[in-house]
Each structure stands twice: as structure tokens, then as C-alpha cells.
Nanobody, 124 residues
Framework: QVQLVESGGGLVQAGDSLRLSCAAS????????MGWFRQAPGKEREFVAV????????YYADSVKGRFTISRDNAKNTVYLQMNSLKFEDTAVYYC?????????????????WGQGTQVTVSS
């Protein structure tokens, strides 16, 4: 069992930065591919970024490429999402998810565990 707790969300202005954190419980964090997803009001949940469990491959949605950076610290059981140059359309609840040894191209239903989410609101 893995529990995920996101933090770092908040209200910012367009152009600002935020860093989200996702702390995981358990002793096998390094075996989990970690993803960030988001869901805006009235929209379906969408993929944001992912980092693989083995060699740290990363993959981003086109909408955030060049602005967001995903990273992980296996010693701290934590994955981060650095978000720069935030836009109004980045406003959403951000969720982290853990998938045991899944590919970075796996769909969201391949992930085993999900956090409760953290709200990011970007004012224009």
C-alpha cells in the first residue's frame, strides 16, 4: 500500500512559479513510476508529466513542455513538479499518482495509487 500526499498548491498570478510536492509512504518508492495529472472544473482529468521508476525518463504534455519540470528524490520518497511561467489555463486540481514499474507512456488507469490533490489557481 502506498499513500500519496500532495502539497504546494496555491493562488498565484500569471507568470509566477510554484513547486508541488508529493510525499509517498512505503519502502518501495523507487519501484514506482510517478505521474502528475490535473483536472480543471468541468473538464476531464489530463496527463501533465511523468518520471520513470528506473532511469528517470521524463515525459510532458505539450501544454506544459518547457515550463514544467518533474523530478524525484528517492531518498525522500518525494516527487516534485516545478511549474514556471504559469498561465490561467494551468488552473486545476493537481494529483500525483504512482504506478509500480509502469511505462512512462502508460494510461492513467495503469496507476495504482492516487493522492487527494492540491489546488492550483492562476489569476490572469
Amino acid at each position: 500500500q502506498v499513500q500519496l500526499v500532495e502539497s504546494g498548491g496555491g493562488l498565484v498570478q500569471a507568470g509566477d512559479s510554484l513547486r508541488l510536492s508529493c510525499a509517498a509512504s512505503g519502502r518501495t518508492f523507487s519501484r514506482y513510476t510517478m505521474g502528475w495529472f490535473r483536472q480543471a472544473p468541468g473538464k476531464e482529468r489530463e496527463f501533465v508529466a511523468v518520471i520513470s521508476w528506473n532511469i528517470g525518463d521524463t515525459y510532458y504534455a505539450d501544454s506544459v513542455k518547457g515550463r514544467f519540470t518533474i523530478s524525484r528524490d528517492n531518498a525522500k520518497n518525494t516527487v516534485y513538479l516545478q511549474m514556471n511561467s504559469l498561465k490561467f489555463e494551468d488552473t486545476a486540481v493537481y494529483y500525483c499518482a504512482a504506478g509500480r514499474m509502469v511505462s512512462v507512456f502508460a494510461p492513467s488507469d495503469a496507476y495504482d495509487y492516487w493522492g487527494q490533490g492540491t489546488q492550483v489557481t492562476v489569476s490572469s
